[in-house]
């Protein structure tokens, strides 16, 4: 292979790196997660970083007190940020390629899904 070879084999590799990054940066944008908890009290959504998105309160939120309440957010938050984040994980995968140390790293790194 002479020079102009491999600088064209190189220039195609970058292209469609390029363009698996910015699929994966489309996709990346448009992930969010919901959650409801169990007795409906809370709905939330929240993007891959676990912040808050939305906040709704169901009709069951009125006969739980306000530590009720704050606990029932903070475990639907949870579940909903492990939701986001693995959705997100997935989304790096081709890019990051699927049994690469790097995203086995990042699995690594996924918050837990809350029981």
Do not use: F, N
Not at 35 to 46: I, L, P, Q, R
Not at 52 to 78: C, H, I, Y
Not at 82 to 108: I, N, V
């Amino acid at each position: 292979m002479d020079g102009r070879e491999w600088l064209a084999s190189y220039e195609e590799r970058l292209q469609d790196i390029g363009g698996r990054a910015r699929r994966v940066q489309h996709e990346l944008a448009a992930v969010v997660a919901t959650a409801t908890s169990k007795d409906g009290a809370v709905t939330v959504t929240v993007d891959p970083a676990g912040a808050l998105r939305g906040l709704v309160l169901g009709e069951p939120a009125d006969a739980l007190s306000r530590a009720q309440l704050a606990t029932a957010v903070l475990e639907t938050v949870r579940q909903a940020h492990a939701d986001a984040a693995r959705q997100a994980a997935a989304a790096a995968a081709p890019l990051l390629g699927e049994g690469s140390t790097a995203m086995a790293m990042l699995r690594a790194h996924l918050p837990e899904v809350p029981r």
